[in-house]
């Protein structure tokens, strides 16, 4: 480890020339001394021959086989430098003080393992540019934001995030297995005992949105973010934060026994039992009896009208609908019609 030195670990993933963009961003950073280090994914287009020719030496370009934005990350990181760690999507732009002023917060209190702030989430179409700014907040317990999200969510990024080295290696490497590894690995960093903290007052970074990236990544989403919960409820041990995991995966259980995935009765009966099993506080025993009783008609347009408002009326009144967090898989709640395409969302 070099002290001071920040690494920009660069994912890319047959997205140029946006990573030529993303990688100047990185290249001309206020704060000095730097490094930038590329990954590609086995990049098809002309990614392979124009980032050694535009960049050479300034930057160190690594190819390998896709691994998906998790593992680039983890690979970057696995030769990068760096006291920092910056890491940054190949369609993604860092403001130009971005890493001079999360390092400024970290030499304020020596104690931070990340520092995180607020980005700008943008799309292009027909030549008009639309965008919408992150708010976050400092938080005093970022495991319970992070299990318990407000009602109006600012939106962590990884893109947001600097790390210092010690959090990486402290807590593990991004879990490759995983659609949502970034907030998998948040909330192992918090539970870890890792120190988040907030770099207010300006734009950080640059967040690109593709047009219809949210209707793609939908079901992809869903089953992502019942991996992550699922695995922190194999760990989180401590209260009232396992109750409140365990109240986010019976909400999930309970709402595939509700959708329109090609279950059988039996499946969905089974996925009832074990959602209130997992939160009786969460899932009633009134919500799972309305249930079974639209399952015993038949299936057809009956049972539909008669499970239609008691989905609707379920989910609004007695689980709630946790909010979504801004990820590395350029997954949105932002308002704006999402964009699509980098490695993360691949």
């Not at 940054?88 to 001079?100: I, M, S, T």
């Amino acid at each position: 480890m070099i002290l001071g030195l920040v690494s920009v670990v660069v994912c890319s993933y047959n997205n140029w020339p946006d990573v030529e963009m993303a990688i100047a961003s990185a290249l001309h950073q206020s704060y000095q001394p730097l490094e930038v280090i590329v990954v590609d994914n086995s990049s098809t287009d002309a990614t392979p021959d124009e980032v050694p020719r535009r960049f050479g030496r300034s930057v160190h370009y690594m190819r390998q086989p896709n691994r998906q934005w998790t593992g680039a990350y983890n690979a970057g990181f696995g030769v990068a430098r760096g006291e920092y760690i910056q890491f940054l999507d190949g369609d993604d732009v860092l403001a130009p003080n971005k890493v001079e002023k999360q390092v400024e917060v970290f030499r304020t209190n020596r104690e931070l393992d990340i520092v995180y702030g607020d980005v700008r989430l943008f799309q292009t179409l027909g030549g008009v540019a639309n965008w919408k700014d992150t708010a976050t907040e400092p938080e005093d317990d970022m495991l319970r934001a992070l299990v318990a999200p407000k009602e109006e969510w600012g939106g962590l990024t990884i893109l947001g995030m600097l790390f210092h080295r010690k959090a990486l290696e402290r807590v593990g490497p991004l879990d490759e297995r995983l659609y949502i590894g970034d907030i998998d690995f948040w909330l192992r960093a918090a539970y870890a005992g890792c120190r988040f903290g907030h770099c207010p007052g300006s734009l950080l970074a640059f967040y690109r949105i593709r047009p219809g990236q949210m209707t793609k990544d939908l079901p992809a989403l869903a089953h992502g973010l019942e991996a992550v919960w699922e695995k922190a409820l194999g760990y989180v041990e401590r209260e009232p934060y396992r109750s409140l995991i365990a109240a986010t995966v019976a909400r999930q259980r309970f709402g595939r026994a509700l959708s329109q995935d090609r279950l059988s009765r039996q499946e969905r009966l089974a996925m009832l039992a074990l959602a209130r099993a997992t939160s009786p506080e969460t899932i009633s025993a009134f919500a799972c009896a309305a249930v079974q009783a639209a399952m015993l008609l038949p299936a057809g347009p009956v049972r539909s009208r008669w499970l239609r408002p008691i989905r609707r009326w379920v989910l609004a009144r007695l689980l709630g609908q946790p909010n979504q967090r801004v990820s590395g898989g350029k997954r949105r709640s932002s308002g704006m019609e999402p964009e699509g395409g980098s490695q993360r969302s691949k």
